[in-house]
């Protein structure tokens, strides 16, 4: 079943997030950020439930662009649980968000992901996607190392 996600979600979806980006995330500043989302008009957190367990969540932003002169959608995160993937749980979402972006009047659906993430790649490539955009970042926070790794 898919439904937006509330507020009583914030664990599971902190959970699923934590095993995307291998790592442990401070909960109490997820929460809040979490939480702002939720009330924010330009996010949509989707989120996959099967048998009362949630399977998998996708994270949406809308936003205008003034490069594109037009509403876009961009996926900030999507996580499907491990004991859920290749079951098509990941295929459901996407064509959801792709509707919802639709429906948002967006003309276009956007993400970033990390180099390392092979498999996500596949599976945006099979979606019909494209990889024409490079993606830059520069890190504020002292970390500046140039190895690329997951939770970064």
Not at 81 to 105: H, L, N, T
Request: hydrophobic fraction near 35%; charged fraction near 25%.
């Amino acid at each position: 079943m898919l439904r937006q996600s509330t507020a009583a979600n914030c664990r599971e979806v902190y959970n699923l997030i934590c095993d995307m980006e291998a790592s442990t995330l401070d909960y109490e500043k997820f929460k809040s950020i979490y939480l702002q989302q939720l009330a924010d008009a330009n996010y949509y957190c989707l989120i996959y439930e099967d048998g009362g367990k949630t399977c998998g969540m996708l994270n949406l932003r809308f936003e205008q662009q003034l490069h594109h002169t037009a509403r876009i959608a961009e996926i900030m995160e999507f996580a499907v649980a491990p004991e859920c993937r290749c079951k098509g749980v990941g295929k459901i979402m996407f064509a959801e968000a792709v509707k919802m972006a639709k429906a948002q009047g967006c003309v276009q659906l956007e993400v970033a992901c990390n180099q390392l993430r092979h498999n996500t790649h596949r599976f945006y490539l099979r979606e019909g996607m494209h990889n024409f955009h490079f993606k830059f970042s520069l890190p504020l926070n002292g970390d500046c190392g140039e190895e690329n790794r997951l939770g970064r």
